[in-house]
């Protein structure tokens, strides 16, 4: 078995690269450590390495990016198997194991010899997904953050400000879409959230859909309706924990394998942190899976 660790050298906070470079020094098995330099090497890394008809495993060492360009490089092929080392600041798709999940998948042997399982995969205009799919007032503050960590002196912390003042405040909470999941249908109407689940966590911690599963071959979609300010404050933190249900007045959900959206003005849309524009989306669940690996005894059921 080969065991390929692709290394993301600027994800996480200072300290994390050499950190894990003393773990992979002290590992008893054969191994190869390749390092990113720009957007898109994982991926063409992971597609070199998957490409190769070989058994191997890949350790995404990064954030979600780093994972989403793994999986993308990889997905579909069965002798490949991919897995998450947390070196980022977020790595919300591995929640789904558990609070304790940044100790476990940093138990390097363990996670070696660990089991595989088939998990799906979200198909986003052609772009694949192993989290989270969302094209709303989230969708454009988590676009934002980027544009403002470029800004002198600005902070992560100061740019999530900015781009939820921005957001939410000056720009408005809510647009104008024609929607499509299963049998319902609306036309150019506000629409303030739009997330697709295979996994249950995303934007730091937002828990849209707690009973979403990555390999139940279902995709979790709520539609969040336009809503006033305040009352966008009040329910964003029942959406967070999985509530939904308690607010059919507001949310709309579908439980299926597609949704269709558009707009006259291009959407936002993030892929597991990836951003993407388009005035038209199909996000699907794809033909293709992903052979994913973890320790043993860790658990991703619902709890």
Same mark, same amino acid.
């Given at each position: 078995?080969?065991?390929?660790f692709i290394?993301?050298?600027a994800?996480?906070?200072?300290?994390?690269?050499?950190?894990?470079?003393?773990l992979?020094?002290?590992?008893?098995?054969?191994?190869?450590?390749?390092?990113?330099?720009?957007? *898109?090497?994982?991926?063409a890394l992971?597609?070199?390495?998957?490409?190769?008809?070989?058994?191997?495993?890949?350790?995404?060492?990064g954030?979600?990016g780093?994972?989403?360009e793994?999986?993308?490089?990889?997905?579909?092929r069965?002798?490949?198997?991919?897995?998450?080392?947390?070196?980022?600041?977020?790595?919300?798709?591995?929640?789904?194991?558990?609070?304790d999940?940044?100790?476990l998948?940093?138990?390097?042997?363990?996670?070696?010899?660990?089991?595989?399982t088939?998990?799906?995969?979200i198909d986003c205009?052609?772009r694949?997904?192993?989290?989270?799919?969302c094209a709303?007032?989230?969708?454009?503050?988590a676009?934002d953050?980027?544009r403002?960590?470029?800004?002198?002196?600005?902070? *992560?912390?100061g740019a999530?400000v900015?781009?939820?003042?921005?957001?939410i405040f000056?720009?408005?909470?809510?647009?104008p879409?024609?929607?499509?999941?299963?049998?319902?249908q609306?036309s150019?109407?506000p629409?303030?959230?739009l997330?697709v689940c295979?996994g249950?966590y995303?934007?730091?911690?937002?828990?849209p859909?707690?009973e979403?599963?990555?390999?139940?071959g !279902?995709l979790?979609?709520?539609?969040?309706?336009?809503v006033?300010?305040?009352?966008?404050?009040?329910?964003?933190?029942?959406?967070?924990?999985?509530?939904y249900?308690q607010?059919?007045?507001?949310i709309?959900?579908?439980?299926?394998?597609?949704?269709?959206?558009?707009?006259?003005?291009p959407?936002?849309?993030? !892929?597991?942190?990836?951003?993407?524009?388009d005035?038209?989306?199909?996000?699907k669940?794809?033909?293709k899976?992903?052979?994913?690996?973890?320790?043993? *005894?860790?658990?991703?059921?619902?709890?």
């Amino acid at each position: 078995m080969r065991h390929l660790f692709i290394v993301n050298p600027a994800a996480g906070k200072r300290g994390t690269t050499r950190h894990l470079e003393d773990l992979l020094a002290r590992l008893s098995f054969p191994h190869e450590v390749v390092y990113t330099k720009d957007a *898109g090497d994982a991926e063409a890394l992971a597609r070199q390495a998957a490409a190769r008809g070989e058994p191997v495993r890949i350790y995404a060492c990064g954030g979600d990016g780093t994972l989403n360009e793994v999986v993308n490089g990889a997905a579909g092929r069965e002798q490949a198997a991919v897995t998450n080392v947390p070196k980022g600041t977020g790595n919300d798709f591995l929640k789904i194991f558990g609070p304790d999940y940044r100790r476990l998948f940093y138990d390097l042997e363990a996670l070696a010899q660990g089991p595989q399982t088939a998990f799906d995969l979200i198909d986003c205009n052609g772009r694949l997904g192993i989290d989270v799919v969302c094209a709303g007032v989230d969708a454009r503050i988590a676009a934002d953050v980027h544009r403002y960590k470029d800004w002198p002196l600005v902070t *992560g912390k100061g740019a999530y400000v900015l781009a939820l003042v921005e957001n939410i405040f000056l720009k408005g909470i809510s647009r104008p879409m024609t929607v499509q999941m299963g049998e319902a249908q609306w036309s150019q109407a506000p629409t303030s959230l739009l997330c697709v689940c295979n996994g249950r966590y995303y934007g730091g911690g937002f828990m849209p859909v707690g009973e979403a599963m990555p390999d139940d071959g !279902v995709l979790d979609m709520l539609r969040v309706r336009q809503v006033s300010l305040l009352t966008f404050l009040r329910l964003v933190g029942k959406y967070a924990k999985g509530l939904y249900r308690q607010y059919p007045e507001l949310i709309d959900h579908y439980h299926g394998r597609q949704v269709t959206f558009s707009a006259p003005e291009p959407i936002t849309a993030v !892929v597991d942190g990836e951003v993407m524009r388009d005035v038209r989306f199909t996000v699907k669940l794809s033909e293709k899976k992903i052979n994913f690996f973890y320790p043993a *005894g860790a658990d991703y059921s619902v709890k």
